[in-house]
């Protein structure tokens, strides 16, 4: 167990449909980022946020949003679905830029269907 | 802008060989440099990371580093690889300017028993 904690570890949705993905951080860390990785585009960063704010962004699609909430667990919200978007959605934490490393969670496997 | 480069898509080894993994980074600067492991199935674990001193680095798991600065290069080393190391290996650069780190492509690494 990393210590960091993602939700729910698989889903199968239809296309066209919303869903939610959540991440708790390690304990202490401030820095939330968001990973897709899939089989042809390997890991892509999508964005980061530090103690609630955003602070980088990366190949992140219109149709998807984040946030960090006060007690530092993050959400990663994808909605009009396309089967493309079928991935492996990671997300890591850090205490503040990286500088060590990231930590990553066990991913969550969306199936677009 | 910092950018990682993996020129090993796939490399497959006996048990027992020996690895070296390339790895070339592009950054004006000073970087922190990283390789992470991704078993099958699992989540991206840290292996070593360098930030400066010795540019040798040793890791979990008999894996070490070396980086050579001249060639923007830090490539992964093992002298005898196991069936358990067949994995995905990704090396990470981070910036002292950026705010995050940058992975590469991955090469994924298969071991016949």
């Known amino acids: 167990d990393s210590g960091v904690t993602q939700t729910p570890k698989h889903l199968i949705t239809a296309t066209g449909q919303r869903v939610t993905l959540r991440c708790s951080p390690r304990?202490?860390?401030?820095?939330v980022y968001w990973y897709q990785q899939s089989l042809d585009q390997g890991l892509q960063f999508l964005i980061q946020?530090?103690?609630?704010?955003?602070?980088a962004k990366g190949n992140i699609l219109e149709r998807f949003s984040a946030q960090q909430f006060p007690d530092l667990h993050s959400e990663l919200n994808l909605s009009s679905l396309e089967l493309g978007d079928s991935a492996l959605y990671f997300c890591a934490s850090s205490v503040g830029a990286g500088e060590d490393g990231y930590t990553f969670g066990s991913g969550t496997r969306l199936t677009v269907v | 802008a910092q950018s990682v480069s993996q020129h090993n898509h796939h490399v497959i080894l006996s048990e027992a060989a020996s690895l070296e993994l390339g790895c070339n980074y592009s950054?004006?600067?000073?970087?922190?440099l990283f390789w992470y492991v991704q078993y099958p199935g699992q989540h991206l674990q840290l292996l070593l990371k360098y930030f400066s001193g010795d540019p040798l680095v040793k890791g979990i798991k008999g894996f070490e580093a070396e980086f050579i600065k001249s060639k923007f290069s830090f490539n992964l080393r093992k002298p005898s690889v196991q069936w358990s190391d067949t994995a995905e290996y990704f090396c990470a650069v981070k910036g002292s300017s950026a705010s995050k780190i940058i992975f590469g492509s991955g090469t994924r690494l298969s071991i016949r028993p």
């Open positions: 946020y530090y103690n609630g704010e955003e602070r």
């Open positions: 950054y004006g600067g000073t970087v922190n």
């Open positions: 304990s202490g860390d401030l820095s």
